[in-house]
């Protein structure tokens, strides 16, 4: 692309607070991307009719009025009918953690609720304006495979898990390139893992020495690991895997960078034959 990306910051319906709205807009203005703001008060064939006209890349719905769910979608299927499918939409605004989902389902590329950044969104709407077409709705991870959490003393540690609450021990071993040793309990659908250093030049000795014993990192359960690292990738994330890995039980992993998954290390983790 030869030119900056056009985005179109639009208020559909009759929410009368734009403040949130103009912020937006002039934080992508200042990260380097065209933006038209449409004012207050918007219909959806107006905000429809504005995009095309601007041939715009990029359209950012805003609404604080609790119509999300009617006018975000509308837009959506305004743009199918006349025959746009790879236009970006992204939405924004005080919105329940349930309709993010749903509205992702009805065409929403992305959600930004209170807390999100500029750079941000920036950084979604750059990468997927330009890998147009590759980021598409993905199922949620099936579960919360493990939690990790780095020990300093194995055995005290396991006094509490094991024998206090009761949980079981149902794999232990050695994971040389990561240089420690993991213990998993079976702690109802889920995994607690055991971590303990075996050199204090290891990521969790690193993490011990530093911060102390505690969790270290939340693992989803996830199909296909690659998918999902290019998924983050392609939203702007930093990755700490590139591709998948080896990881305990004979699974796959990859690590996303707790700065992109606000403080907590996440990791995908995919089931293989061998587990």
Not at 80 to 103: A, K, N, S
């Amino acid at each position: 692309m030869n030119r900056p990306i056009r985005v179109l910051i639009a208020k559909p319906g009759l929410d009368g607070h734009d403040r949130g709205a103009l912020v937006v807009a002039q934080g992508l203005r200042d990260e380097g991307l065209e933006v038209i703001y449409t004012g207050l008060r918007q219909t959806v064939e107006q905000i429809i009719a504005t995009a095309i006209q601007e041939d715009v890349d990029c359209i950012g719905l805003s609404s604080l009025s609790g119509a999300h769910m009617t006018l975000f979608p509308a837009v959506v299927e305004g743009l199918q009918e006349r025959g746009i499918d790879d236009m970006l939409i992204i939405g924004g605004g005080v919105i329940p953690p349930e309709d993010v989902l749903e509205l992702k389902k009805r065409g929403l590329a992305e959600v930004f609720t209170p807390g999100s950044t500029i750079g941000e969104m920036a950084d979604f709407i750059r990468n997927n304006v330009l890998n147009k077409g590759e980021l598409s709705f993905f199922e949620p991870p099936s579960q919360v495979d493990h939690i990790g959490i780095a020990v300093a003393d194995l055995e005290q540690t396991l006094a509490f898990y094991r024998d206090h609450l009761g949980f079981s021990v149902v794999h232990e071993e050695d994971i040389p390139d990561q240089k420690v040793h993991a213990v998993f309990l079976q702690a109802g659908e889920l995994h607690i893992e055991l971590l303990l250093s075996t050199s204090d030049e290891g990521p969790i000795g690193k993490f011990v020495a530093s911060k102390g014993p505690g969790i270290h990192h939340i693992a989803y359960r996830v199909d296909d690991v690659a998918a999902w690292l290019e998924r983050s990738r392609l939203a702007g994330h930093r990755l700490i895997d590139e591709s998948p890995r080896p990881g305990g039980q004979n699974k796959w992993i990859g690590f996303i960078h707790p700065k992109s998954s606000h403080g907590v290390l996440t990791e995908y983790c995919q089931i293989t034959d061998k587990e």
